[in-house]
């Protein structure tokens, strides 16, 4: 073949398939390998933002730990700043359950019920 | 994150603080709140105040969905030097040569299975967040062309792209997988399960375990710095300890039996982990010993034993593999304070133990000169026999078994497409008696007696 010649090669990329993630059962064992639920793009409605809070004084902040480590003693940093310089925010620290990528429907219900105004969630890595 | 948050119409918002946060003290802990996020230089808690405060814009209260673009099929024609510079400088390759995927070449490969080109495989991410990339018969084809694969290395490939599991999921920690091979396909494209068999002395070892990492790359859209994290990667990445298991020289029974499978059946099984710790050599209680210094967060152990081991394990008493895993697991011990101060018992078992997940939540309530056994179970040891019985070692590894996905279903039915003259290297020098290459002694004229 001519060096300069022209090739045809196919792309190797996968395609876009609009399906996203894994959502993992809460009770699930961190190492099993899980089928993802699947979103089809076709299903898929965006989701707004929930309201922002004028101000973050009188309010209830939920500050919920994912599971990595260090995770909850920032999170207890976080709490302590906020004692010191807002003391006018309640915090609140929770763990949520399973590993860092479980869904946690039970704490998520819990933080409404509770009037929780606002939540941090933390930390990745 | 973002970008993916957009495509699935998700606004986000979210601050950074310093890294890492594992291991790091309070007293750093409270600089990094104290301190300003290092991607916007912003002090990180008026961005926290910010983010939960400040009104929703126009896009935040009407998110839009931006779905990716379908690719063409094809790439634009060019020179071959010219496309192998563009599957270099775009990140497809693994930074070795590859073969380009011309459709004259992946019609050949696709001769490989009866499976249809268009036919949907699976779906792969490397991330958990992001998009899942889905792939065709004719895709793996392109990566296995790619490899440098022959069509009768396909059905294991397909395989492995059945698994939808990356070789190089993502993670700060950077982890490394294993694919072991067992039944007959093993010898029929002539894997190496013997001396050197996790050495670059294999074409079918050496290239099915490369295809996984470049559809890792490019079914997974694998972008380090982007979506992949790991902070030094690893260097298992390339091949991922691609080989067979020795069946015909272990004493015990394949691995892939052990998951369910006939023994007439061809099988490969997964692996993830970190780390091949070390070496050993010596009893089973030496095994135990040595994972007892290790740190557990309910990972596995996976031993892989030269077949010597399997045959002392054997004469030791253990009928199966599972026998020796379970003793193993059994004579295991650690002082619970040992355990504990870990840092990763301290960061990831420790969140375990407050959630009342056992058996963490009961050693943390032990005094700390208690003994426990950190691996609970003899499902979290494997023992895969690879090897040439130079020695009589295994190599311990922390790799826990995820998944062993079926092979025979991606053979063509009238049987591997072979090349005339099959592809080959050498195979290495091996002798059933031991006695290679050393010549016959001559007997001596007096016996030889103590005291000479």
Not at chain 1, 16 to 27: C, M, N, V, W
Not at chain 2, 119 to 146: D, F, N, P, S, W
Not at chain 2, 199 to 221: E, K, Y
Request: net charge negative; proline share 8%.
């Amino acid at each position: 073949m001519e060096q300069n010649s022209k090739l045809t090669v196919l792309d190797p990329h996968g395609q876009p398939s609009g399906i996203f993630g894994r959502r993992l059962d809460a009770q699930s064992n961190p190492r099993d390998i899980l089928d993802p639920i699947a979103q089809p793009s076709s299903n898929l409605k965006p989701i707004s933002m929930a309201p922002r809070l004028a101000a973050l004084d009188g309010k209830t902040v939920y500050l919920v730990e994912t599971g990595f480590a260090g995770s909850f003693e920032f999170m207890q940093e976080l709490q302590d700043w906020f004692s010191r310089n807002m003391p006018g925010v309640k915090t609140v620290i929770r763990h949520k359950r399973g590993t860092m990528f479980t869904d946690d429907p039970e704490l998520w219900n819990e933080i409404k019920s509770n009037d929780g105004d606002a939540a941090i969630l933390g930390v990745g890595g | 994150m973002e970008r993916d948050a957009r495509a699935r119409g998700t606004p986000l918002r979210f601050g950074f603080p310093p890294y890492p946060v594992v291991g790091m003290s309070r007293a750093v802990l409270r600089q990094y709140i104290e301190g300003n996020d290092p991607i916007t230089s912003k002090p990180f808690m008026r961005e926290v105040i910010e983010v939960l405060t400040s009104p929703l814009t126009d896009k935040e209260k009407h998110p839009t969905i931006t779905p990716k673009p379908r690719r063409p099929r094809l790439l634009a024609s060019d020179t071959a030097e010219n496309l192998y510079r563009q599957f270099v400088e775009n990140g497809w390759t693994d930074g070795l040569p590859i073969v380009l995927p011309t459709e004259e070449r992946v019609a050949e490969m696709l001769a490989g299975t009866d499976h249809g080109p268009q036919e949907l495989v699976g779906r792969m991410l490397v991330t958990t967040h992001q998009e899942k990339m889905e792939y065709t018969v004719e895709k793996v084809a392109a990566i296995a062309v790619m490899a440098g694969a022959r069509p009768e290395h396909f059905p294991v490939i397909l395989a492995l792209a059945a698994s939808q599991e990356p070789s190089m999921p993502s993670s700060t920690t950077s982890w490394g997988r294993m694919a072991i091979v067992n039944g007959p396909i093993r010898n029929e494209v002539g894997m190496n399960c013997g001396t050197a068999a996790l050495s670059p002395f294999n074409l079918a070892n050496s290239v099915i375990g490369r295809a996984w990492t470049l559809m890792s790359i490019n079914f997974g859209d694998a972008r380090a710095g982007e979506n992949f994290m790991a902070s030094f990667g690893h260097n298992l990445n390339y091949n991922n300890m691609c080989c067979g298991e020795n069946e015909e020289l272990s004493v015990f029974e394949p691995f892939h039996m052990q998951k369910g499978f006939r023994t007439d059946e061809s099988v490969v099984s997964l692996f993830r982990g970190w780390n091949v710790l070390n070496f050993g050599i010596g009893p089973a209680k030496e095994m135990a010993h040595l994972i007892s210094t290790f740190g557990s967060m309910g990972t596995s152990i996976t031993f892989i034993v030269d077949p010597l081991v399997a045959k002392n394990l054997r004469a030791e008493g253990f009928r199966t593999k599972r026998d020796a895993c379970k003793w193993i697991v059994e004579n295991s011990h650690v002082p619970a304070g040992h355990y504990w101060q870990g840092q990763m018992q301290s960061g990831f078992a420790a969140g375990l133990a407050k959630q009342g997940v056992e058996p963490f939540a009961s050693w943390a309530k032990l005094p700390k000169d208690a003994l426990i056994t950190p691996r609970h179970s003899p499902d979290d040891i494997n023992i895969l026999v690879v090897g040439g019985e130079t020695n009589p070692m295994w190599i311990t590894t922390d790799f826990t078994y995820t998944q062993s996905v079926a092979i025979d279903k991606w053979r063509p039915k009238g049987g591997l497409h072979r090349d005339a003259r099959p592809l080959r290297m050498p195979v290495p020098l091996a002798c059933k008696d031991g006695a290679c290459g050393i010549p016959e002694a001559t007997p001596s004229a007096e016996p030889v007696t103590a005291g000479d």
